[in-house]
């Protein structure tokens, strides 16, 4: 695997040598700028995987304005701000600024180690699904044979091509931001922005700064005027992810946008207008948050015009062997590993499991399993020991008859003779149980993996 590649940006020869000494070592590649115009070049040129940005007393406020221009171009590298200028108000502003970590000297080291690991993490589950990423839309396919997903990914194209409000529910893990993207590329928005909002990470007290922006002067620290993701987004498609988390007050000022095509900037004397497609997902359930009080119902109603509801990966087992496939592929890629697989027993064990994270927790667990660097064939020597413990725990085997089935069905390219003779069963009795089970092996690959929300 390469090595991450990490920009140092600061006029402070002697600290950033010492961060490449004592810090950075042989296990990044290290990328230096001394000045605003080098920064921004090194980003465009180089494509760092993590930006260090260096401040002293007099020039925090570059370091703020740099954070800006870098999260115009590109919104997913990850940004951690050092300065000797510590207040209140400067880490609020740096947060608005698109910092994700702040720190002031002095600082520990193994601190600064820890949050560089971590955002460069976080960066990396991001790409696995940003077609702006390392996989494109093309690839980024709901991968799947299922009646569930059948009918899924025809009421997509039928919702794209309109320009109507769309609602995804469904639990965690099951691709409603993917599906959002699907949405967003197959409309007339397509070329438009696509801008996401993650309500639930967003603390209550910067939401509306973050979705409306603010003028020059509107509060302690807004030394400037910032755009917010509403107008960034102007022209597009604006994704409200876990919607649910989302606090009344802030509901109230997004149900006024939506309904009047217009919002206020925190400080601004007028209106600005707005053209926007609203995508909201939720792994909760709206219907009763709204009784409870906790959820404004008009918004509900506003929002809930195309419903689509995403399957757990419990009802679409079928569609796990091909979810494997696909990411073994691209693993083999990352790892630059030559999986082609599993073991029987292996892929027996997987498909008993429920799949409570759903397809990210697939994702994730082979991503540890390559950690392992397996054999050609994953085993289970191969699986995390978390994995082994859930295991170990008895099941029932209501599923048994569908798990042996698909597991005979992959492990011979869905030859329904071989199948049969691994099972002893007929070949009649195969064309039943696949009948009665809802499995089929589709002639083409149309379906998108819902990968990661």
């Known amino acids: ?50 930006i260090i940005l260096i401040t002293g007393m007099k020039d925090a406020d570059d370091g703020l304005r740099i954070a800006q221009q870098i999260r115009k171009s590109n919104r997913h590298v990850p940004l951690i701000l050092i300065t000797t200028n510590s207040s209140e108000a400067l880490a609020i502003a740096a947060l608005r600024s698109g910092i994700n970590d702040y720190f002031k000297e002095p600082f520990s080291l193994s601190e600064l180690n820890v949050a560089l690991k971590r955002c460069l993490a976080s960066a990396e589950s991001m790409c696995w699904d940003d077609p702006d ?33 769309v609602l995804l529910t469904g639990e965690t893990g099951t691709g409603k931001e993917l599906v959002a993207r699907l949405i967003h590329n ?15 990470a967003i603390p209550e007290g910067l939401l509306e700064s973050e979705l409306f922006g603010y003028v020059k002067g509107a509060f302690t620290g807004a030394q400037f005027t910032q755009e917010g993701k509403l107008k960034a987004a102007d022209a597009g498609t604006v994704f409200f992810d876990e919607i649910g988390d989302m606090g009344l007050y802030a509901q109230a000022k997004i149900l006024r946008t939506l309904e009047s095509k217009e919002l206020y900037q925190l400080g601004a004397r007028s209106s600005t207008r707005v053209n926007l497609r609203f995508i909201a997902a939720t792994n909760q359930d709206l219907e009763q948050l709204t009784s409870q009080g906790k959820f404004r119902r008009d918004l509900f109603f506003r929002l ?33 590993q030559n999986v082609v697989g599993f073991e029987e027993d292996a892929l027996r064990l997987l498909l008993r499991h429920d799949w409570p994270g759903n397809v990210r927790e697939l994702k994730n667990l082979l991503e540890a399993i390559f950690v392992n660097r397996p054999a050609e064939k994953i085993s ?34 869905w030859n329904k003779s071989k199948a ?10 195969i064309y039943r149980k696949m009948a009665k089970y809802q499995l089929t092996k589709g002639e083409k690959e149309e379906l998108a993996s819902p990968g990661g929300h």
Not at 13 to 24: F, G, I, N, P, V
Not at 325 to 331: F, G
Not at 380 to 408: G, V
Not at 421 to 429: I, Y
């Open 133 to 165: 990423g390392p996989m494109s839309i093309e690839e980024a396919r709901l991968i799947g044979d299922s009646v569930l997903l059948h009918k899924i990914r025809a009421y997509v194209d039928r919702v794209a091509d309109t320009d109507t409000t």
């Open 420 to 429: 049969a003779e691994r099972l002893h069963w007929s070949r009649m009795t």
């Open 304 to 336: 809930n015009v195309a419903r689509i509801v995403l399957p757990p990966l419990r009802k679409r087992k079928q569609d796990i062997p091909r979810l494997f496939d696909y990411y073994i592929r691209r693993l083999n890629r990352v790892f630059g």
């Open 1 to 50: 695997m390469r090595s991450p590649k990490i920009l140092i940006s600061t006029k402070n020869e002697e600290l950033a040598d010492k961060l490449k000494l004592d810090l950075l070592g042989s296990a990044y590649r290290v990328l230096e700028s001394s000045g605003n115009s080098s920064t921004l070049r090194t980003v465009k040129a180089e494509v760092p995987d993590a």
């Open 380 to 413: 289970l020597s191969d699986f995390p020991e978390s994995f082994h413990l859930w295991s170990e725990q008895p099941k029932a085997d209501i599923s048994d008859e569908q798990e042996r089935l698909l597991s005979a069905l992959f492990s011979t390219n």
């Open 186 to 200: 197959k409309s007339q928005r397509h070329r438009k922005p696509f801008v996401c909002v993650n309500c639930a």
